[in-house]
């Protein structure tokens, strides 16, 4: 296998640490090729950006590569939720939490995601500029507590908003550090963690308190009930108040940051791009309400597709790692046990072979049809195989929702000049996305 250029003993760790672990391993593997053998001291990593290798890594090779137990810094904030957990411990979480995610059961949330997206186009009234990831954030963080807990505007409601978010951004911070002083030192970084993570626990745990001494009475309010009294069908069991924190946290986090980040590219990618932009707005306005409830999900196929776009370009999730948990062999090449064999998403989505011009915006590569003649690993923005993101079905009918109501009543315009990536957890812009707003005339809605 193909080695990347480096120092010795230390590998390519000075320039990836220079250059940020996105723009690092990706310009090694645009310069290189992969799979490439990149070393961090004693470390392998082996990136790859080629469908077939996912295929095999996530889908076909099903106990050969697992979950990074060393460096996964989300899983001191999720514990043992679904995003981190392995074994039979995720298998039994899967299973008990799957009936609550397919497309027909998030449709209950339809109603809260609305609301969440109507408090925020009310924020915009009035307003000429407005700071595109600060507010997707704001509307995610709403959604999840409207839908989790049954708590509109978690994100402005003082401590626990300001502990979740700063816990999850030193968290994110340690997701592709190899090298962190465990929590027990008390550097500041780590002072900071304990100290938010706590007060996020004392706040779900007091939650799950009340619930369970029947505070909510036997209607099922929002996720949080629903979990409480989901019980496993092949054993009878029930979630400990642990599991619980743990899922919690989980979905939190999988349906705040990664909706916030999307949605946050797919408006920018519409101010560069006017003619899809009119295309939209023109399916968005032969509605017959500016808010799109349930009835019209079916309709916006050209949203979805704007949507789906967005999430080849841009992926919130930019990169899949995983421990080879024996030896093995991908694209002829020899894996040795132990390696961290990482799946490039953002640069498997650009391959020339797949995706012709492939840095090039055109929703109609999603258009009914067109997806049948790719391999499905070609286009994995939520991952692959048995370990695909259960909230998929939330996550994008929240997005087809908030992007078709802004569109339909604004206008707007990068004020931003260039919107660099930068992927830590997830995908984000660089910089903040500041976008100049105009309210689109009543007769044109």
Request: hydrophobic share 45%.
């Amino acid at each position: 296998m193909p080695r990347a250029p480096g120092l010795p003993w230390l590998g390519s760790m000075v320039d990836i640490a220079r250059k940020t672990n996105f723009v690092g391993m990706t310009d090694l593997v645009r310069c290189y090729g992969a799979p490439l053998a990149v070393h961090f001291g004693k470390i392998v990593v082996v990136p790859t950006v080629r469908p077939e290798h996912a295929q095999h890594i996530l889908v076909e090779s099903r106990g050969a590569y697992q979950k990074l137990a060393e460096i996964d810094g989300l899983r001191l904030l999720v514990g043992q939720g679904l995003f981190s957990s392995e074994g039979e411990t995720w298998t039994s979480q899967r299973r008990l939490m799957q009936p609550h995610f397919t497309p027909k059961a998030v449709q209950r949330y339809v109603d809260d995601m609305r609301g969440a997206v109507e408090q925020m186009l009310q924020r915009w009234s009035g307003q000429a500029e407005v700071e595109a990831l600060f507010e997707s954030m704001r509307m995610a963080m709403d959604v999840i507590g409207r839908t989790m807990f049954g708590v509109p505007e978690i994100g402005d409601a003082g401590p626990i908003g300001r502990a979740i978010g700063t816990a999850l951004e030193l968290a994110s911070r340690r997701l592709f550090e190899l090298f962190t002083p465990p929590l027990w030192i008390p550097t500041p970084q780590n002072r900071r963690f304990v100290a938010a993570k706590k007060g996020v626990d004392a706040f779900i745990y007091d939650l799950i308190g009340k619930r369970r001494d029947g505070a909510s009475g036997s209607e099922q309010r929002d996720l949080l009930d629903v979990l409480i009294a989901a019980s496993d069908d092949e054993s009878g069991r029930r979630m400990s108040d642990e599991q619980l924190r743990d899922e919690v946290m989980t979905v939190f986090i999988a349906g705040h940051e990664t909706t916030a980040v999307t949605l946050t590219w797919a408006l920018t990618l519409l101010a560069r791009h006017p003619g899809v932009m009119a295309r939209l707005q023109a399916e968005v306005d032969a509605l017959d309400h500016d808010l799109p409830d349930l009835g019209d999900i079916p309709k916006l196929t050209y949203t979805r597709q704007v949507i789906d776009e967005t999430l080849r370009l841009y992926p919130a999730v930019w990169a899949i790692p995983r421990t080879a948990a024996r030896d093995d062999v991908l694209g002829g090449y020899p894996i040795a046990k132990g390696s961290i064999v990482t799946v490039m998403v953002h640069e498997l989505h650009r391959q020339p072979d797949v995706w012709p011009d492939p840095n090039r915006f055109d929703p109609d590569r999603f258009a009914p049809g067109a997806a049948q003649a790719r391999q499905k690993t070609a286009y994995m923005p939520f991952g692959a195989g048995h370990r695909i993101c259960i909230g998929i079905h939330f996550a994008l009918l929240e997005l087809v929702i908030a992007l078709a109501a802004v569109a339909r009543r604004y206008d707007w315009r990068l004020v931003t000049p260039e919107v660099p990536s930068v992927g830590v957890s997830t995908l984000r812009p660089a910089r903040p996305v500041r976008l100049a707003l105009a309210a689109r005339p009543a007769a044109s809605r």
